[in-house]
T-cell receptor, first 113, second 117 residues
Framework: DQQVKQNSPSLSVQEGRISILNCDYTNSMFDYFLWYKKYPAEGPTFLIS?????DKNEDGRFTVFLNKSAKHLSLHIVPSQPGDSAVYFC????????????FGKGNQVVVIP | DAGVIQSPRHEVTEMGQEVTLRCKPISGHNSLFWYRQTMMRGLELLIYFNNNVPIDDSGMPEDRFSAKMPNASFSTLKIQPSEPRDSAVYFC???????????????FGPGTRLTVL
């Protein structure tokens, strides 16, 4: 049973425009959410996170929005750059508790120069 | 810091053979995770260890899969006998511990691409 769902497996966007990735979760106990970025032949690397006490966290060109009532989060990349072309994984877990994370299937983003 | 180290990076084997994947977590991290990535299922957690003790192996698909962590700096994932459907990329990740906040950020190794013919 997929506790974290990422629909729209691929996204193509023009350089300089905004990329928006969406993620839904089913477990209301989750209170910590992360986005990972993965290049081919590499492991996922941490990008940005948010805890449930916030509804927005920003880091440079990357912003994560959390809507707890809808069990939905999104990642905005603006402006998108060719180097952002990668697979993005949404993950969710417990801020205090065990260390395990549930991951979505990932979204492929292609930024067109 | 060398990061999480995995070996081999690529493994091609024949059905029925034993496969052993290796992982060295980041020094000082006390939790270690094994994941399998496939197109169909994305990143699946197979098993994780806390302080070298297996905590949850519910993701291990079958008895053919086993994992060990004999010490804080080494873990293995073994598949015996291997089957073509085991073909995937296997990732190892580590994290500092359950103290909350950034402790939940997992650091991934580069993965082992396994192909079972």
């Amino acid at each position: 049973d997929q506790q974290v769902k990422q629909n729209s497996p691929s996204l193509s966007v023009q350089e300089g425009r905004i990329s928006i990735l969406n993620c839904d979760y089913t477990n209301s106990m989750f209170d910590y959410f992360l986005w990972y970025k993965k290049y081919p032949a590499e492991g996922p690397t941490f990008l940005i996170s948010i805890s449930s006490i916030k509804d927005k966290n920003e880091d440079g060109r990357f912003t994560v929005f959390l809507n707890k009532s809808a069990k939905h989060l999104s990642l905005h990349i603006v402006p998108s750059q060719p180097g952002d072309s990668a697979v993005y994984f949404c993950a969710a877990g417990l801020l205090y508790g065990n260390n395990r994370l549930a991951f979505g299937k990932g979204n492929q983003v292609v930024v067109i120069p | 810091d060398a990061g999480v180290i995995q070996s081999p990076r690529h493994e091609v084997t024949e059905m029925g053979q034993e496969v052993t994947l290796r992982c060295k977590p980041i020094s000082g991290h006390n939790s270690l995770f094994w994941y399998r990535q496939t197109m169909m299922r994305g990143l699946e957690l197979l098993i994780y260890f806390n302080n070298n003790v297996p905590i949850d192996d519910s993701g291990m698909p079958e008895d053919r899969f086993s994992a060990k962590m004999p010490n804080a700096s080494f873990s293995t994932l073994k598949i015996q006998p291997s089957e073509p459907r085991d073909s995937a990329v296997y990732f190892c990740a580590s994290t500092k511990g359950a103290s909350g906040g950034s402790a939940n950020e997992q650091f991934f190794g580069p993965g082992t691409r396994l192909t079972v013919l």
